[in-house]
């Protein structure tokens, strides 16, 4: 199972843009990214999933470079209500795993 | 829209009592997986069933057993409570094997006391 690495936590601000970096250096040719958001006592809430390049939804984009040996969530113009832990995780495309690993603290402040 | 229902939503027991927990997936979900969260730490991935049967073993206490039933519901059995038990029990869903987007109940929470 690939591991990932993210960024303890972030801080921004109301507005701007918030970008995410998960590191998944040894990640298989049948692995996906996907993004999780969770909020106090919350169950995490799926955000996006991409294998390449680029994939854009109306709550967020997710960047994978060739090598897809990282990814980068990009939530634009975050609001106060986007102050949550993000976790990124890789997938097998077979198994009913999905592991959450060290998550990233957003605090948007006003 | 349904989600993921969970019952209960709050649950208090002693130590070394038993404890089942429910889980409902959204109508049509087939996989359902089911996860420990403590206070300030990841969610911790327990046990997922596809189909009925289990698809996939993470770090259940062998004090814990699952079951997904012929309806698709899913039941956590805890024995032998320990205070270390208390957290926040999530289960989700998801449809078909191996997808990634899962959908999460609101979580029960088992105080062990």
């Known amino acids: 199972l690939a591991k990932t690495t993210q960024p303890i936590s972030m801080d921004s601000y109301e507005g701007q843009e918030v970008n995410i970096t998960c590191s998944h250096n040894?990640?298989?040719?049948?692995?996906?990214i996907t993004w999780y958001q969770q909020f106090p006592s919350q169950g995490p809430r799926f955000i996006i999933q991409g294998y390449k390049t680029k994939v854009t939804n109306e709550v967020a984009s997710l960047f994978i470079p060739a090598d897809r040996k990282s990814s980068t969530l990009s939530l634009p113009r975050v609001s106060l209500s986007d102050t949550a832990v993000y976790y990124c995780l890789v997938g097998e495309a077979a198994g009913n795993k999905l592991t959450f690993g060290g998550g990233t603290r957003v605090l948007v402040k006003p | 829209a349904a989600g993921v229902i969970q019952s209960p939503r709050h649950l208090i027991k002693e130590k070394r009592e038993t404890a089942t927990l429910k889980c409902y997936p959204i109508?049509?979900?087939?996989?359902v997986y089911w996860y420990q969260q403590g206070p300030g730490q990841d969610p911790q991935f327990l046990i997922s069933f596809y189909e009925k049967m289990q698809s996939d073993k993470g770090s259940i206490p062998d004090r814990f057993s699952a079951q997904q039933f012929s309806d698709y519901h899913s039941e956590l059995n805890m024995s032998s409570l320990e205070l270390g038990d208390s957290a926040l029990y999530f289960c989700?869903?998801?449809?078909?094997?191996?997808?990634?987007?899962?959908?999460f109940g609101q979580g029960t929470r088992l105080t062990v006391v």
């Open positions: 040894n990640i298989a040719t049948n692995d996906y």
């Open positions: 989700a869903s998801s449809l078909g094997a191996g997808d990634p987007e899962a959908f």
């Open positions: 109508p049509r979900h087939d996989t």
